[in-house]
């Protein structure tokens, strides 16, 4: 009685689309297998099939009827404030991760990295945390070639080129913030939920997954130059990007996304692990960081992962690939994504 998409397991990606009163056939492949279905407005229901081995290969029939459910689900929606269903998001999109890696002890990660929203509802709830020690510039696109350099007043609320975002681009990663506040940002989140505390990737987390457990070495495969039908994969420079700076002496791929900077999250997948926007988008800030000597003088900073919708096809977006960027820095081309844990 509901229109939406039912798949049976963890991957969303082979999901079948259902109508009212259809009937779907579902192979059951193991004991305690789940059914999945998603429809309207982000609601999800899942139940655990339980049958005996020998049944298999027979016809189950099973009716789902979920309109109750869903009138129930939308009168919980309607009384909760904007805040509570924007966050919900980030709580109801934690990806598991049991890693087959003895030194990656068990995790949760966040399918896509954090919006823009999100972050507006950190800085409305803490605006003296949100900027106390950050300077108010960025690394920004500021001149017609893509050269880009430090620009004052620019913060989380401007887009790569130091625009406004309009609220239409408020699911668009947010940039533009330093390590410092994307590190106060998972402790804001922390204090709002009583059974988890989030933080940052490490960099073996992050490279765990962008890698599909060890097995690729580009978020998105092997091929750094991914072609046209691929072009879903990963938003790195493209002929999208070089048509608004026709100027950019850098390397490009050859595909055209459709987005000249960031996109919405989610609208790129990663073949693992039911993950998003690994590769471009935004780089990541992770946990780890590094010492350098310049000058005489020893510089602290934080690495980054993954790329941006800036960076060229190649060894900048290999899985491995270590950058680094001062933690009371921003940059247009950097974001986060979080991490959640037990308390």
């Known amino acids: 009685d509901l229109e939406g998409k039912i798949y049976m397991g963890e991957n969303s990606k082979e999901g079948r689309n259902i109508k009212v009163g259809e009937v779907l056939e579902l192979p059951l492949f193991k004991e305690n297998n789940l059914l999945f279905f998603t429809g309207d407005d982000g609601f999800t229901y899942k139940e655990q099939l339980s049958f005996t081995p020998d049944k298999r290969g027979s016809t189950a029939e099973r009716l789902l009827s979920l309109n109750k459910l869903y009138q129930i689900y939308l009168h919980k929606q309607a009384n909760r404030t904007k805040e509570d269903r924007i966050l919900a998001d980030i709580f109801s999109n934690m990806r598991p991760i049991e890693s087959e890696d003895a030194l990656i002890p068990s995790f949760e990660i966040s399918r896509f990295e954090i919006t823009v929203g999100q972050f507006a509802l950190f800085v409305e709830d803490s605006k003296a945390k949100a900027n106390e020690s950050e300077l108010d510039s960025a690394y920004i696109i500021a001149l017609p070639s893509g050269e880009r350099r430090f620009k004052m007043n620019i913060n989380w609320q401007h887009n790569a080129i130091g625009k406004i975002h309009p609220e239409t681009e408020f ?10 506040e994307a590190n106060a940002f998972c402790a804001w989140l922390s204090a709002r939920d009583p059974i988890y505390q989030y933080r940052l990737p490490t960099a073996k987390e ?6 599909c457990g060890g097995y690729y070495k580009y978020p998105w495969g092997d091929d750094p130059y991914f072609s046209d039908r691929d072009s879903l994969t990963a938003n790195i420079a493209d002929r999208t990007l070089k048509a608004h700076l026709p100027r950019r002496k850098e390397p490009i791929s050859k595909v055209e996304d459709g987005f000249p900077y960031t996109s919405p999250v989610g609208a790129f997948y990663s073949p693992c692990f039911d993950l998003y926007d690994l590769g471009g988008n935004v780089a990541e800030w992770v946990q780890d960081d590094r010492y350098r000597a310049v000058e005489g003088r020893q510089i602290f900073e934080k690495q980054i992962k993954g790329g941006s919708f800036y960076t060229p096809p190649g060894d900048k977006c290999l899985v491995h690939s270590k950058d680094f960027w001062p933690p009371q820095k921003r940059h247009g081309g950097i974001g986060f994504r979080v991490v959640r844990e037990p308390k």
């Open 206 to 211: 992050w490279e765990y997954v962008a890698s």
């Open 171 to 180: 699911n668009h990663p947010v940039a533009n913030v330093s390590w410092n």
